[in-house]
């Protein structure tokens, strides 16, 4: 009797956690749907100005999509040669002894709260930036990007390094057999052996990067227009919600907007979050 | 000759892009913590903010996370624990584990800021708690769901199976057997995974933003249907709200210093945990 008890309160443990995932998707679509439709499918997403303020709101979300994008590649272009980079290192080059201060010090960076970055971000970085490039604010893509792309190497330099370290070291025998040196057999045995799983940590990368909020919204400098230069600010997708969800009314037509976007980003990174995981399972 | 050069040059930026990464975490650390001790004392710990947050301390923020990280964690960990047994022990391989592992992918890549919305939507609007605690507790507690999951699973898979069956042929029921031998052997995994939950929690500002944090109160909250201050949400407030940035910007950096401090010392706790625990198996 206890038995079979037992056995269903773990299996309704297992309903209640797929029924939190059904009632996020729920909760997000219920508002942000109806929003996106009344505002027009084409207009919400193609439209050029974000203005919820004004007597006659804009509800163009193209310039946060821009934003959006721009300050994910920023930050790739930045982590991508560091994480993987460092992924070989460890995997490759470091001693074990050396490997085991390394790791640690990556994950200790993987567990900084997102605030702690913003602060850094606007209160050091930024203004250090003013000095060196003369520029009028520092709070622009520039400084996202960059503290958005060391908050994103963990994850990246974590799983390429798991794909490198699973490369089989007959092949890395092989390739010394023929006198190739240490670099040669890096770059023509072992990371096309392991190029699947580094892309699949690369779109992991991105997916989080693209939701990332706290260091958008601190560092980001928060104009909704389409960035003319790299030190120019920008606004995110995920910036906008945290900024103006707060002095919404309940219902308004904003409060739906607002979760619009919220539809459009869980759908960007559902897309990340599969394709990460079909490269993965599948090991192309 | 040329292809020495090319090896020297690409062995040299591996090394240099790995100094790179960890003297920019070294760095930031440094920054954190030469700035933050300037203001940190027995005051700012222990008294409330005075004079809007230009003066004073941070208690009610310190108990406010606490409250906040210890609801989550009461409400995920039976959840999480329950379910990660269900994945090892009773599910077959069928739709329904793949059903749950999908979950569980999609529930720890969903962006913080869209947990914040269903926070928004579910609790606070349409259950009717309000900006609160318990809205913002809940809605943490469904963020760091997949992690409790993750590691469980992990620590009850470890368990050898001839624990199971010695169990077995002692005549122990199955679900005995989970909860009276598989479980203590696991525990200490699972705590590590809980652990670093609490970290994960306790640092998190997006998903407390509409639902459960307040700028400024010089009051602890009563119950846990009352908005609270917390860590994270605190250094935010400093940084973009008020008028006053010469006092409020050490204050943030005294604050990120005090939510570092707690959330290095779960982690170095979990690792201790971890550690000690090699060294006991004997098996």
Redesign the interface.
Known sequence: MKDTFFKRITLFSSYLTIGFLILIVFSIFKEGIPGILKIGIKEFIFGRYWAPYLDTPQFGIYPLIVGSIFATLGALIVSIPLGVGTAIYVAEIANPKLKEIIKPFIEILAGIPSVIFGLFGMAFLGPLFVRLFNISTGLNLFTASIILGIMVLPIISSISEDAISSVPKDLREASYALGANRWETIIFVVLPKARVGIISAIVLGFGRAIGETMVVLMVAGGASRIPKSIFCPVRTMTATIAAEMGETMVGSLHFKALFGIGVVLFIITLISIMLSEFMRLKKV | MK??L??FI??N???S??L???S???F??S??ILKGFQVINWEFITQPPKEFMTKGGIFPAIVGTFYLTFLSIIVAS???I??G???V???RKNW?LS??K??????S??????????G???FV??FRFGVSILSGGLTLA?MI?PTI?KTTEEAIRTVPDNFREAAYALGA????T??KVVLPVALPNILTGII?SV??A?????PI??TAATFYTRKLPKSIFEETMAL??H??AL??EGTQAKSQ?PI??GT?LV??AL??LM?GFAIFIRYKMRRGKKW
């Open positions: 292809r020495r090319f090896s690409g062995i930026f591996l090394r892009s790995t790179l990464s960890i920019f975490i070294f930031l650390i920054i954190i039976p959840i999480g329950l379910t047994i269900f994945l022990e009773y599910s329904f059903l749950i999908i979950t569980i992918g999609t529930l890549g969903i962006p913080s800021i869209i947990f914040a919305l269903f928004l939507a579910i609007v349409l469904v769901l999951i029921k199955k679900s005995e989970i909860i670093v970290g994960r306790a640092g998190e500002t997006a933003l509409f994270p949400y250094i935010y940084m973009t910007v943030a950096y990120a939510l570092l959330v290095f982690n």
